[in-house]
């Protein structure tokens, strides 16, 4: 079944500790994209790639990095966590050429706490 | 500027009623404005898409209207379930990029009581 899943789905972490939360697709998508969740707020996107060896930054700064080595794989690197990243982070991908309905499918979210 | 605008924030009804969430928006130019479900700890799922000739979608009990015009819309739940109960997020695609940004508001966070 073609699904898109993240790990961990939550994670506790001490402030300056490095982390990698994975997403992976199984879709075939070449499009990815990283969202910050804050409580009540709207999703911001952080990153996105158009394919592999593509990688943006979206429109709120974040301190993260991310790679597509591959295309199913788009993993998200905080080299050194702070309490200020405490948030959801939810990885979503959509079809390259599909522009006129631009359906992204999102994972189930990693929610991080740096203590 | 482009923005999506909802309300309410948030709404509680009891289990079997009907109600309706709107959905403002300001973002041009327009390709598709979709609503999502999100259950808590979950991501979004979408539910309905509509584009700009489309005043009306139907999934199941949820329908969606669209009115162009005035860039607003609404998603009404028909007797409602406990499993109705999640945050309800208005996506507005514009057609302006490569990308096709997405345009998400806060959402509504409806409860649904027994």
């Known amino acids: 079944e073609a699904d898109i899943y993240q790990t961990p789905r939550y994670l506790v972490i001490g402030t300056g500790k490095k982390i990698t939360l994975e997403c992976s697709q199984t879709?075939?998508?070449?499009?990815m994209y990283w969202y910050q969740q804050d409580p009540g707020m709207e999703l911001h996107l952080i990153h996105y790639?158009?394919?592999?060896?593509?990688?943006e930054k979206g429109d709120l700064s974040s301190e993260s990095t991310v790679s597509r080595i591959r295309t199913e794989h788009f993993p998200l690197t905080l080299e050194s966590a702070r309490p200020s990243h405490t948030s959801q982070y939810l990885c979503a991908s959509s079809e390259l050429r599909d522009r006129g309905s631009n359906e992204q499918f999102f994972g189930p979210g990693t929610r991080l706490t740096v203590l | 500027k482009n923005q999506v605008e909802q309300s309410p924030q948030s709404l509680i009804i009891l289990e079997g009623k009907n109600c309706t969430l709107q959905?403002?928006?300001?973002?041009?130019?327009?390709?598709?404005l979709r609503w999502y479900k999100q259950d808590t700890g979950r991501g979004p799922v979408s539910l309905t898409i509509m584009t700009f000739s489309e005043n009306t979608k139907s999934n199941g009990r949820y329908t969606a209207t669209l009115d162009a015009d005035t860039k607003q819309s609404s998603l009404h739940i028909t007797a409602s379930q406990l499993s109705d109960s999640a945050s309800y997020i208005c996506?507005?695609?514009?057609?302006?990029?490569?990308?096709?940004?997405?345009?998400f508001g806060r959402g509504t966070q409806l409860t649904v009581w027994p």
């Open positions: 996506v507005v695609s514009d057609r302006g990029s490569t990308l096709g940004r997405l345009y």
């Open positions: 959905c403002n928006y300001t973002v041009s130019p327009f390709s598709n």
């Open positions: 790639s158009y394919g592999v060896n593509s990688t």
């Open positions: 879709m075939g998508h070449d499009k």
